[in-house]
Structure formats: C-alpha cells, structure tokens
C-alpha cells in the first residue's frame, strides 16, 4: 500500500486505518466545494446490456457514425479503427475467439460479472509478470500508473467470508470458466473468485451527465472512499477517446476542512432509513453510523440545529403504507395552483413558495453552512405547524409526482409541468444535500418548462431566471470537469443569457 500512499499524498489526501469502517481517506487541506479532488483511470470498465449497441466499447461515446462491430466476433461494438485497435492491444485480441466461440450469450448480470472478471485478470496478470519493472516506476501526480491501480485493487475489502453458499457457488462457476478461457499464470482460479466478491461491493455504476447508468466500472482508488447518507463529494465520469478507460472524477459538493473525511454516497440518499440500512448491509456488509443514520442519537459530534434537521429529513423519507400522494391529490395540486384566485388561500402552495423563495439564495450566494441549516430547521418548523397532510413532502409522494410531471413535459404541457416541477423541487431542497446533481438538474428541467410556458408573465420570467442562476451554480460545483458534463453547464449558461435578455427586453419597454 506505500504505493497507494504515495500517490493520494501528491493529491493532498491521507489513507489511515480505521477500526469500524477498516480505513478512512481524508483531505491534508482544505477543499473548496466545486473542486476536483482526485481523478482516476478504471482497470475496467465497458456498457451495461442495454448500452452495448448504443455506446462504443472502448471509449464508451455515443457516436455521430453507427457503431462497427469486430468483423470477427461480431459481439462487441466500436466508433472507429482508431478505438477498435486500442481495445484489441488491451484485451479484444485474447477475448475475440472467446466470444466467437460462445455464440450468442444472454447478456445479463453473470455476464457482466464474467466480462468484467475476464478484462481485470488480464490486467492483474500482465501486471504481475511485470511487476519487478513496476517495483521501479515511479509515483506521479499526471497519473495513476499501473503499479497504484493494480496494487489498490488487490487490498480491497471481498467481503468472501460473508457471502452466502449460492453466491459463492455462482462465482465459483464463472471464475471456473474464466480460468479455463485465458491462460493465466500468475492468477488462481481462487483468487478470482476473491476478484469477483471484490466487484460486488467495490464496483461502480457509470452514470452520464443526467445521471442515467450507461457502465460499469472497476475503480480502484474511488473504492478507498466511505459511504455517508450525507455525503461531501460526488462520483462523476468523463468518458471518450482522450480518457480511453472512463475517467472517473471525485468532486467536492461542500467545503472540506483540512482532516476531515472524504465521503460519497453509495445509495439514494433519498431512501427510508431502513431501506438505506437493509440495502447497505446485503450489499456491503455494513451498517451506516453517518450522522444521518445516526441522527436521534443526541450525543453524536454535529450542531443540535444539524441534528435536528437530519431527525426532520428521515421523518419525510420514512416509509408510510398506503399513504403516498395519489393521482387525485396531485390532480388538485395542479387545479389550486391554476386558479390565480384560490393560490394565496391554499397552504400548500403557499409553503412550496416559500421553500423555494426562502432556499433558492443558499443556491446562489455564498452562505454559510450554519446559516443554511437554519434556514432548515425554520421551514421544517412551518411545515409541522401549517400543513395537514405532510405526506405531500415525503419522497413517497416523488413517484407519483415525478411521473406525472415528466408526463406533461412530453405533452409539451408546460404550464402544469412546471407547477409540479416546484412541488418536487421541494421535496428536492429539504432532503438531498444543498449541491447534489440531481437538485442542479432539475432546477434547470424546472427553469425550461417554465420559460416554454407562454402565458408567463414577469414575475415567471422572474422566478424562472432565478431558477437557472440556481442550477449554474449548482452544476457549475457537481458538473465543471468532463466534456460532457461540461456541455450541460454550458446549455444553463445559454438559457440563462435568453432569460436575461427578455428582462432586459421588457425593462426597455416600461
């Protein structure tokens, strides 16, 4: 591990044991939130299923070009000669025949396991015949060289002993078959078995710039990272032919004091307690002590507003049977707010203004973390004390609301899409961290709705272009490295410049 070791403290990060979760990273400075921690290569990473046809196996892009397929193989796809060639020097040219000889195989969770399984071995072994060169190599800050990824990898947690007799038989088969398909010298067929316990607890989902999983991915370094349901920082991905293996990227959602813990969040944090718990342990083998899961232990090392304000966010994600917002409900939320007459009357849409007036400048404006815990704890107060129905701010509620919401905006509905919109943005801001992704990105699906709306008046104009300075600076933190992730920062940048050009525009005419 003196490898690993070495390369995290050029990126200003320290690995140390810990006796609950086995090891912590943590940050040797300070780190403003919007910031790129540390960035790393995968030792795999390829399409999920549903994407094998649709993004290109080696660089993983969606290309203008159809996609080629090997002319020997026919099974995996490619871009260009350029991405087909590197991908036959990594790995294709031993695993051509193999997939030749398979004949069409159902592309399901086995296979993944079994491909990924097949792509990581041949990198371990070509690593360990190699490895007294790689004893030499030094650690440099421009990349994770060979020698960290693979020796990291080889140090994480398996979790074997903890699996239950049908998994173990299942992987001893597919390991049984990968050890018969390549020649490996320097690999059991035991320690791949090992291998594909790692995976199960250590692997990653690739999710695009609107977070839709289209890979997986085996990141060794990324996996050194704890999970909290109140994470710091985020995982996002830069893929194309300059990253050639999917470029992970560790980003800061908040600001990090020197000595502090680097966490992500493995689950949607949006999840019941229990669910996050029940999940996390059949997954990975533990359970959560984040201050969240931890919240109504009084004694535990966060403010009491922080405290009480994590307490009131698993009140609203705590599973309720049957009492979920129903189609009628959400039929009358779009009624009370289109009717001008009855919207200050009504004590829902009133708190859902409020929500949104009150958080919206926490987006926008550098305040504090304690000043916007506050603010928390205030509009919780006002929910207990106004609103009958709190199930109308629970994320049981979210499903419903979100179908129907996405329903109008392929109905080009736009005036009900965006009333609804509000309502999940609510949801949205109390429960998700301040800077989470998927708040910035609806914030700005919120914000086109809005401006598509052509019986706005100014006060929609208004409203909406406050919505789109939130999600700039929202995205501007989660979405500032990797092209594409970029693309969507810069699409927020273009609207926003249209939103400001008609209030200017309708200044002018006063």
Known sequence: MQCTSEFLTLHGLSLEENPTTYRTLKTLKHISKGSTIITSPSLACFPIPS???IRCNNCLEIPIEPLKTCSRCHKTFYCNVKCQKLAWSAHHKILCPIYKKEGNKVLDNDYMDEEMLRRVALRIEKYLKKKTYYETETVSLTGLNEKVNCETFLTLMSHREKRT??????????????????????????????????FSCNNFNLDDSQLFPFGEGTYSIGSLINHSCRPNAIMMYSIGQQTSSGLQILRSIENIKAGEEITISYIDVAMSRTSRQKLLNEKYFFKCQCSRCSSDNVSIDITEEERKVLVNIEQLTKMRNNEEINEKNIKDLLISQMQQNQMTN???????????????????????????????????????????NQNFFTTSSLSSATKHFYDRIDLQQWRESWILGRYILTIYLLIYPRFHPIIGLHLF??????????????????ESYEIIKAAKKTLEITHGDGFENRMIVTQVMDLATNMQTELTEIERKK
Request: hydrophobic fraction near 40%.
């Open 51 to 53: 994407m094998v046809n």
């Open 165 to 198: 007799p049908e998994q173990l038989e299942k992987f001893k088969a597919i390991a049984k078959n990968v050890f018969s398909d390549l020649d490996l010298q320097n690999i059991t067929q035991d320690e791949l078995i090992t291998y594909l316990c790692r």
């Open 346 to 388: 009504d004590p829902i849409s009133s708190i859902i203004s409020n929500i949104i007036i009150t958080l919206l400048p926490h987006l926008t404006e550098e305040t504090s973390k304690s000043d916007y815990i506050q603010t928390l704890e205030v509009l919780f107060n006002k929910i207990h004390t106004t609103i009958t």
């Open 445 to 462: 699906s919120l914000a086109k709705c809005m401006w598509n709306d052509t019986y706005k008046d100014k006060d929609k104009i208004v």
